[in-house]
């Protein structure tokens, strides 16, 4: 283990210090911004009288969509995570213990890879002739589709790695004390991978939380998640700053409250097998 003494020591401290403000300085610029008549901050106040004015029109207002669009993050991210960790959890325990041919294994996890490089933009033409078609367009199900295929790939090579990490003698103990290959995966794998399946989830209900360009390629008012209601308050002849802000730290409260809780198997999973 490396021990720091001295100057070097303090450098270090002080380059963690300029990371932590470069991180949430920003986050702390919105919060104050949140609190603050829209004519303090065209003013640029730094003394100002707090004000809750702003959230009560985000959260209250008649006028005001945010409840739903909260909503409508909710189900999506909710859903799509559920989906991905299903499909991803099969698939990598698949790769992972069956006796696929090597080339088609290599071949579809190269696709994954090759596919989770790709921006989503270059994906949004696509989807928005084929959801029009099958009138998916403008829905919450198209969205939810859209977000399994782009956060599957991450969930299967995360998976991946913990079902990896397993022995495969323990399996074979299993198969050997009678189980099937369905009891093995459902009594033995699966309990013992449960830190990855918090860490995929986690991040996967992250990104989808999060996503903002395919969501407002493929959403109207009423069907807009979070992001895309938040970029909505910048209007053509107004930009809505203070409510922009309180709309912008309430969005970050699931997020925040799932890393918090779920902050140790994402680095696990982050970091899997980098360490024998």
């Known amino acids: 283990m490396l021990v720091l003494r001295g100057p070097t020591r303090w450098l270090a401290y002080l380059v963690l210090a300029v990371g932590v403000v470069v991180i949430i300085g920003p986050f702390l610029w919105v919060a104050l911004q949140s609190f603050k008549y829209e004519i303090a901050i065209l003013q640029g106040s730094w003394i100002f009288t707090p004000t809750w ?4 029109d985000v959260l209250y207002s008649h006028r005001s969509d945010f409840p739903t669009n909260v909503w409508n993050s909710v189900v999506v991210s909710s859903l799509s995570t559920f989906f991905v960790l299903i499909a991803g959890t099969l698939a990598a325990y698949s790769l992972s ?10 071949t579809f996890l190269g696709w994954t890879l090759i596919f989770n490089m790709i921006p989503p933009l270059t994906l949004v033409g696509p989807w928005y002739l084929i959801f029009r ?3 998916l367009y403008e829905t919450l199900t198209g969205l939810i ?3 399994i295929t782009l956060h599957l790939p991450m969930t299967i090579w995360m998976m991946m790695a913990y079902f990896n990490e397993i022995p495969k003698e323990i399996e074979d103990a299993a198969r ?6 369905l009891d093995v995966f ?6 013992l991978v449960t830190p990855g399946l918090i860490a995929a989830g986690v991040l996967a209900f992250v990104f989808s939380w999060n996503e903002f360009a395919v969501a407002l390629n493929l959403t109207s008012r009423a069907s807009a998640t979070v992001p895309v209601a938040i970029a909505r308050f910048a209007q053509q002849y107004e930009v809505q700053y203070g409510q922009m802000a309180a709309a ?10 799932l890393m918090f809780f779920g902050q140790r198997f994402v680095v696990q999973g982050l970091t ?4 024998k």
């Not at 004015?53 to 009560?56: G, I, K, M, Q, W």
């Not at 459902?186 to 309990?191: A, E, G, K």
């Not at 912008?248 to 409250?257: D, E, K, Q, R």
């Not at 899997?272 to 360490?275: D, K, L, R, T």
């Open 53 to 56: 004015f702003n959230y009560s």
């Open 97 to 106: 213990r069956l006796k696929w041919n090597r080339w088609i294994a290599r």
């Open 133 to 135: 078609e099958v009138g």
């Open 145 to 147: 589709l859209a977000h």
């Open 176 to 181: 050997v004390d009678g189980c099937d290959r």
């Open 186 to 191: 459902w009594r033995i794998s699966l309990p």
């Open 248 to 257: 912008s730290i309430v969005s970050t409260i699931p997020a925040l409250i």
């Open 272 to 275: 899997m097998g980098a360490v």
